[in-house]
T-cell receptor, first 111, second 118 residues
Framework: LAKTTQPISMDSYEGQEVNITCSHN???????ITWYQQFPSQGPRFIIQ???TKVTNEVASLFIPADRKSSTLSLPRVSLSDTAVYYC????????????FGTGTLLAVQP | GAVVSQHPSWVICKSGTSVKIECRSL??????MFWYRQFPKQSLMLMAT?????????EQGVEKDKFLINHASLTLSTLTVTSAHPEDSSFYIC??????????????FGEGSRLTVL
């Protein structure tokens, strides 16, 4: 199972773009990279997923370099409600394959 | 996206009693579900993998006789905390993948169940 490393915390202000980087040096060929958001006392919520290059959806972008040993979650124009813990997970999605959570990054957005 | 539902969302019990938490996949079938535990200000820790029709696989350090898992159907897994003690107080979260879905790694999570043992 690929181990991930993220900054423990980040601070930002409303309206700024936030980039959270995750290192996953031992990512396997079949592994996807998935980011989740978690608010206190709630289950994690899917944000975005990618395999290589760049992926964009309505809430975020995910940048993955060619060697796939890291990835960057980009949140455009954050708001106070984006204050949460963000987790980066890597793994192959076979139904029985488990995913292990790292420490996550606590993003604190200030007015 | 797919929906995973947990019940109850919170429960308070006396020390020594047993508590059952249900995890249901509402619009998909899941041959495998995962149970996580999360203590305050910590990450989610995988407790066990629940397999439909067979025994669960427990992570190292998790007592199988303490945390009973039953996955009797393709849409329901239950976690029973037996003889609960205050140190078992935690946030329990289940997750599942769609057995028929693409192998992309996305897990669908329940809302979590907050257990408080007095």
């Amino acid at each position: 199972l690929a181990k991930t490393t993220q900054p423990i915390s980040m601070d930002s202000y409303e309206g700024q773009e936030v980039n959270i980087t995750c290192s996953h040096n031992n990512i396997a060929t079949n592994d996807y990279i998935t980011w989740y958001q978690q608010f206190p006392s709630q289950g994690p919520r899917f944000i975005i997923q990618g395999y290589k290059t760049k992926v964009t959806n309505e809430v975020a972008s995910l940048f993955i370099p060619a060697d796939r040993k890291s990835s960057t979650l980009s949140l455009p124009r954050v708001s106070l409600s984006d204050t949460a813990v963000y987790y980066c997970l890597v793994g192959y999605g076979g139904a029985t394959n488990k995913l292990i959570f790292g420490t996550g990054t606590l993003l604190a957005v200030q007015p | 996206g797919a929906v995973v539902s947990q019940h109850p969302s919170w429960v308070i019990c006396k020390s020594g009693t047993s508590v059952k938490i249900e995890c249901r996949s509402l619009d998909f079938q899941a041959t495998t579900m995962f149970w996580y535990r999360q203590f305050p200000k910590q990450s989610l820790m995988l407790m066990a993998t629940s397999n439909e029709g067979s025994k669960a696989t427990y992570e190292q350090g998790v007592e199988k006789d303490k945390f009973l898992i039953n996955h009797a159907s393709l849409t329901l897994s239950t976690l029973t905390v037996t003889s609960a003690h205050p140190e078992d107080s935690s946030f329990y979260i289940c997750s599942a993948r769609d057995s028929a879905g693409a192998n992309t790694g996305e897990l669908f999570f329940g809302e979590g169940s907050r257990l408080t043992v007095l």
